[in-house]
Structure formats: structure tokens, C-alpha cells
């Protein structure tokens, strides 16, 4: 049974850069599937991040381009995504994803965990 | 961007009921259209992909239909563990969710 695994600091200052990394159990990375972001804003919906298409290439939300990098560890298994300049608007719950099923799901989650960014 | 706009944004029901949840995109979108379920605390899972085919593992009161730019998610005989908040998510362009539905008991 594949398991996604968030780690990285909970608490992050302002313009400094949020680091996750996500861990993945029971399966491979290198699957034929998307691996990706999706965060939450408090007492708001659900915002898609980013992702890393078959191709290796990453796909990610306009809003957010520019601050965003999102990496595959192939040999530890693991998805890492770097947001920089954030903002106290960037304090959320940040969910590790796999996605492309079918109809472009994500069938998978991690826990989350929520990051607030404050001095 | 794709407006994923979810209806009503709350509603109450009891236990046995059939429940009915509709989303709407600013475009269409074909049948690229899922649905999702996220309890307090806790990740959101898929119920629906595809806008009509059940996840594996979900129960099969849950339903989806609709294609182009209107959907319907219902359950057909509400459960007490059916209470939470709806989303409906659109991967034609740029993956966009709609704003939720909660759920509540009546």
C-alpha cells in the first residue's frame, strides 16, 4: 500500500523560502503517475500547486509561478517543493499528491501539515 | 483559469436521505470532472473520477454524473460517516477545485 510522508519546518519567515519533502512507502517515485502539491488556505478550499508530469517536466499553478520548484530524489524516493518570497498568504496546509489517474485525479494524499509563515 | 462553482455551500440532512450536490465549470470541460470528500483534520480522498466512475473502496451510494459543464454528485441513502465537506476538481486545464459543499446533520 503506497503512503506519502510530509516533513520540513512548520513555521517559516516571511520572504525566506518554504521547504517540503514527501516521502514515499509501498511504492516507487518513479512510477508512471504525477507527483505533486496541493495546498489548503485556512477555512478556504483547495488550491493545486504544482506538479511533475510522466516527462519530468513541472506543471504548476499560474499564481504561483516563478516561486516555485518542485524535484524528484529518485534514489531516496522522495518529492521536494521549494516556495520562495513567501508571505503570511502563504500560510495553508500542504498536502503531497499523486495524481494523473484517470480523468486527471489524485487518488493519493499525505497527511498534510500546516505551514504558517510568520516573523 | 476554470470557475468550478459548487451547490448549495451547505446543507442539512438526516441519516437515509438522498443528498445531491451539483458543480458547475465556467467552460466546458467534457467529463473530466472528480469528486472528493475531506473530513475534519484529515486529507481529502477521491469518491469520483472521470465524473461517474467510483473510486476503488468507496461505497456504492455514492454517484456522479454529468458532462460539458454541469455535474451531480449523490448519495443515495446518507450514512452518519457521509458528513463532510464536497469537493468537486476539473483537470481539463490546470487543475481547479470548487469551493466546497459541508454536509451536516439535520
Known amino acids: 500500500q503506497v503512503q506519502l510522508q510530509e516533513s520540513g519546518p512548520r513555521l517559516v519567515r516571511p520572504s525566506q523560502t518554504l521547504s517540503r519533502t514527501c516521502t514515499v512507502s509501498?511504492?516507487?517515485?518513479?512510477?508512471?503517475?504525477?507527483w505533486g502539491w496541493i495546498r489548503q488556505l485556512p477555512e478556504k478550499g483547495l488550491e493545486w500547486i504544482g506538479y511533475?508530469?510522466?516527462?519530468?517536466?513541472?506543471h504548476s499553478n499560474p499564481s504561483l509561478r516563478g516561486r516555485i520548484t518542485i524535484s524528484v530524489d529518485t534514489s531516496n524516493n522522495q518529492l521536494s517543493l521549494n516556495l520562495t518570497s513567501v508571505t503570511a498568504a502563504d500560510t495553508a496546509v500542504y498536502y503531497c499528491?499523486?495524481?494523473?489517474?484517470?480523468?486527471?485525479?489524485?487518488?493519493?494524499w499525505g497527511h498534510g501539515t500546516l505551514v504558517t509563515v510568520s516573523s | 483559469d476554470i470557475q468550478m462553482t459548487q451547490s448549495p455551500s451547505s446543507l442539512s440532512a438526516s441519516v437515509g436521505d438522498r443528498v445531491t450536490i451539483t458543480c458547475r465549470a465556467s467552460?466546458?470541460?467534457?467529463?473530466?470532472l472528480n469528486w472528493y470528500q475531506q473530513k475534519p483534520g484529515k486529507a481529502p480522498i477521491l469518491l469520483i473520477f472521470?465524473?461517474?466512475s467510483l473510486q476503488s473502496g468507496v461505497p456504492s451510494r455514492f454517484s456522479g454524473s454529468g458532462s460539458g459543464t454541469d455535474f451531480t454528485l449523490t448519495i443515495s441513502s446518507l450514512q452518519p460517516e457521509d458528513f463532510a465537506v464536497y469537493y468537486c476538481?476539473?483537470?481539463?486545464?490546470?487543475?481547479?477545485f470548487g469551493q466546497g459543499t459541508k454536509v451536516e446533520i439535520k
Open positions: 499528491t499523486r495524481g494523473g489517474g484517470t480523468g486527471g485525479s489524485f487518488d493519493l
Open positions: 509501498g511504492g516507487s517515485i518513479s512510477s508512471s503517475y504525477y
Open positions: 511533475l508530469s510522466r516527462s519530468g517536466s513541472t
Open positions: 467552460q466546458r470541460i467534457s467529463t473530466l
Open positions: 472521470g465524473a461517474s
Open positions: 476538481q476539473q483537470s481539463y486545464s490546470g487543475p481547479t
